[in-house]
């Protein structure tokens, strides 16, 4: 019986995310939710409209989120570039994520777009967000932050794949330390396909 003043939260799990994109992350997110729409789970994302968000920021607006609602079987995503943060700005982050098998972190290395490139291409000999951005304009001419085209599955399978391949024998820490061109993300498809 839910406590008084208190309603009781139905029965599907809850995906929490906050990301430091304002605009791409949330735009892919929104069509993610939409191609793997289920009564099973919720994707709760937090919007935002600033940029700067810098990692220990995105942690404190995570645990913001979950604190009055996070039940067993939920889970959290924190999603951030590699671009521009050191070492250090990502301690918090990934001493979070190791504190429950339910909280994530979610590093794209230069940048979110390297997820978005893995879509349609292996993603070989990216090495800056300029680099990133020119071989995602050969897929998506004009691209400019929103996303102007319909995420399909297979497309998502296929950049899932991609980067799985690329993180074999790695971690999200070699992404950080050693500035490896790749994503986690696929973290984050893997646990929505587990609700289906």
């Not at 250090?88 to 794209?108: A, M, P, R, T």
């Amino acid at each position: 019986m839910a406590k008084p003043g208190r309603t009781r939260r139905s029965l599907k799990k809850n995906i929490y995310i906050v990301t430091e994109g304002t605009v791409t992350e949330p735009e892919y997110l929104e069509q993610l939710r939409e191609l793997y729409k289920t009564d099973t789970y919720n994707l709760k994302i937090q919007k935002h409209r600033k940029s700067g968000n810098n990692p220990a920021r995105l942690l404190a607006k995570i645990n913001e989120m979950i604190k009055h609602d996070f039940m067993s079987g939920d889970h959290a995503f924190v999603i951030v570039d590699k671009d521009e943060w050191t070492e250090e700005h990502f301690d918090k982050l990934l001493d979070w994520s190791k504190k429950k098998g339910c909280y994530h972190h979610i590093v794209s290395n230069p940048s979110f777009e390297y997820w978005l490139l893995l879509h349609f291409e292996e993603g070989d000999g990216v090495n800056s967000r300029k680099k990133c951005d020119q071989k995602l304009e050969q897929y998506l001419p004009g691209f400019q932050k929103h996303l102007d085209f319909n995420l399909t599955r297979t497309m998502v399978e296929e950049a899932t794949d991609r980067s799985k391949k690329r993180m074999r024998e790695k971690s999200v820490e070699d992404i950080i330390q050693n500035h490896d061109s790749n994503t986690n993300m696929y973290e984050l498809v893997d646990c929505i396909l587990l609700f289906l």
